[in-house]
């Protein structure tokens, strides 16, 4: 079975077939019961961790102890590469979201096929590509969203109760309302304009006048 899922891998699929049976006879099969944790975000560690079967979350926590999921790997996929190149601590945790059985190569292991097949450094280099641009635009939509509740904080907070509207009664220019809110002009003026779409804003002669739907979540 190891030697058909590895053979399976982009990572070692150009392997011959010798080399692959191997890196098997090498790696160590381990199950983990559903929840049970992996590897520890701080942890030292040097072996990746190839998934045969089952699925696993990858994760970190917020200051207030929260878990952040950063990843889902399922059969054939890999992680623990980082701290075979760097050789720092691990950079997150991962815990089995079922019955997960994994195949283990430590480094010394994984450096020996390396240097024998330098085609499968192409394929790492792929995958931590991959993996940095869906970091990358996880991180803008955070951004985003961050920004939105920033404005319509502040929006809520600057608005006074007129008649059946919350009203914004001062003069406001995209700018002030921007450095108020801690965001750029330019992220005011395109949340100020979805509001606007969305019926939550309006424009009367330089105020603002709020729907009273308006909330952050």
């Known amino acids: 079975m190891l030697e058909t899922v590895l053979a399976n891998i982009p990572l070692f699929s150009l392997m011959s077939q010798s080399d692959i049976a191997d890196l098997a006879?090498?790696?160590?099969?381990?199950?983990?019961?559903?929840?049970a944790i992996i590897i520890r975000e701080g942890d030292i560690s040097d072996s990746?961790?190839?998934?045969?079967?089952?699925?696993?979350?990858?994760?970190?926590?917020?200051?207030?102890?929260?878990?952040?999921?950063?990843?889902?790997?399922?059969?054939?996929?890999?992680?623990?590469?980082?701290?075979?190149l760097d050789e720092e601590t691990r950079s997150a945790s991962a815990k089995a979201a079922s019955k997960t059985m994994l195949a283990i190569i430590t480094k010394t292991e994984f450096t020996k096929y390396l240097h024998k097949n330098p085609i499968i450094a192409i394929h790492l280099c792929v995958e931590l590509s991959r993996r940095l641009r869906s970091a990358t635009e996880r991180l803008k939509k955070q951004t985003i969203n961050n920004d939105y509740s920033k404005i319509i904080k502040t929006l809520l907070l600057l608005a006074q109760k007129d008649q059946q509207k919350l009203l914004i009664k001062?003069?406001?220019?995209?700018?002030?309302?921007?450095?108020?809110?801690?965001?750029?002009?330019?992220?005011?003026?395109?949340?100020?304009?979805?509001?606007?779409?969305?019926g939550y804003v309006e424009a009367e002669t330089q105020k603002k006048p709020l729907n009273e739907e308006l909330s952050v979540d």
């Open 170 to 198: 001062q003069n406001m220019t995209d700018q002030q309302l921007a450095s108020i809110a801690g965001t750029s002009c330019e992220m005011a003026t395109q949340i100020l304009n979805d509001l606007k779409k969305g």
């Open 48 to 84: 990746i961790y190839i998934v045969l079967s089952g699925t696993v979350n990858v994760f970190t926590n917020d200051e207030q102890g929260n878990e952040i999921q950063l990843n889902t790997l399922k059969q054939g996929a890999f992680f623990g590469e980082l701290s075979l």
């Open 25 to 35: 006879d090498h790696a160590y099969p381990r199950i983990y019961s559903n929840n």
